[in-house]
T-cell receptor, first 114, second 112 residues
Framework: GENVEQHPSTLSVQEGDSAVIKCTYS??????FPWYKQELGKGPQLIID?????GEKKDQRIAVTLNKTAKHFSLHITETQPEDSAVYFC?????????????FGSGTRLSIRP | DGGITQSPKYLFRKEGQNVTLSCEQN?????MYWYRQDPGQGLRLIYY???????QKGDIAEGYSVSREKKESFPLTVTSAKKNPTAFYLC???????????FGEGSWLTVV
C-alpha cells in the first residue's frame, strides 16, 4: 500500500524567510496530493493541492511542486509570517472512490521566529 | 453555514463507559471518515463510509464502532473495550466525485 514520508518533523524559520517541507510517496498510482494546515486544537484545513498532471501550483505565498518520476512533492511558503506557525500535513491518494485511502504524512511543526 | 460539526468539543469518560462522538455535515458529501490524532502525532484512520448503511474498518478500528443511517451523520462510539482512548478525534467528509477531504474541528476525549 501507499506510504508517505514527511520531512522535517520540526522547522523553525525567521519571519520573512522561506520554509520548505518535503514529502515522498511510494505508490506510483497516487495522483492527488493535498497539503493541510492544522492550528492548535483545530481540525486540519486544506491550503493547497496538486494533481499528477501538473508540476507546480501557486497560491499567493504558498506553492507546491511535484516530481512524479522521483515520487516526491514539496510545500514552499515564502515571506513567512507569524500566522504561518502551525502543523502541516502532506497526503497522497489515487482519487475517485480510492480517495478513501488517502494517506497522510506524519506532520511538520513549523515555527516562525519574530 | 455549510460545514462539518463535531460535538462535544470536550468529553470526559470514566473507565468502563462507552461514549459517542457526533459528526454532522450539511455539505451533501457522500463519504465520511473518523481519524484519531494523538498529541504531536499524525492522523490514523479509524473507520470510513462511502455510502449510507455501509462502512469499512480503517487501520485502528478495534474498540470503536460506527453507524451510517443518514447521509449527513456518522457517529463514532468509543467502547469500554478500547485501551488508551484519550486522544483528539477528527471527523471528515468528501464528495464522491471529488478528491478533497474536509475536516471538522475535532473532539477531545479524555479518560478519567
Amino acid at each position: 500500500g501507499e506510504n508517505v514520508e514527511q520531512h522535517p518533523s520540526t522547522l523553525s524559520v525567521q519571519e520573512g524567510d522561506s520554509a520548505v517541507i518535503k514529502c515522498t510517496y511510494s505508490d506510483s498510482a497516487s495522483n492527488y496530493f493535498p497539503w493541510y494546515k492544522q492550528e492548535l486544537g483545530k481540525g486540519p484545513q486544506l491550503i493547497i493541492d496538486i494533481r499528477s498532471n501538473v508540476g507546480e501550483k501557486k497560491d499567493q505565498r504558498i506553492a507546491v511542486t511535484l516530481n512524479k518520476t522521483a515520487k516526491h512533492f514539496s510545500l514552499h511558503i515564502t515571506e513567512t509570517q507569524p500566522e504561518d506557525s502551525a502543523v502541516y500535513f502532506c497526503a497522497a491518494s489515487q482519487g475517485g472512490s480510492s480517495a478513501s485511502k488517502i494517506i497522510f504524512g506524519s506532520g511538520t511543526r513549523l515555527s516562525i521566529r519574530p | 453555514d455549510g460545514g462539518i460539526t463535531q460535538s462535544p468539543k470536550y468529553l470526559f469518560r470514566k473507565e468502563g463507559q462507552n461514549v459517542t462522538l457526533s459528526c454532522e455535515q450539511n455539505l451533501n458529501h457522500d463519504a465520511m471518515y473518523w481519524y484519531r490524532q494523538d498529541p504531536g502525532q499524525g492522523l490514523r484512520l479509524i473507520y470510513y463510509s462511502q455510502i449510507v448503511n455501509d462502512f469499512q474498518k480503517g487501520d485502528i478500528a478495534e474498540g470503536y464502532s460506527v453507524s451510517r443511517e443518514k447521509k449527513e451523520s456518522f457517529p463514532l462510539t468509543v467502547t469500554s473495550a478500547k485501551k488508551n482512548p484519550t486522544a483528539f478525534y477528527l471527523c471528515a467528509s468528501r464528495l464522491s466525485s471529488g478528491n478533497t477531504i474536509y475536516f471538522g474541528e475535532g473532539s477531545w476525549l479524555t479518560v478519567v
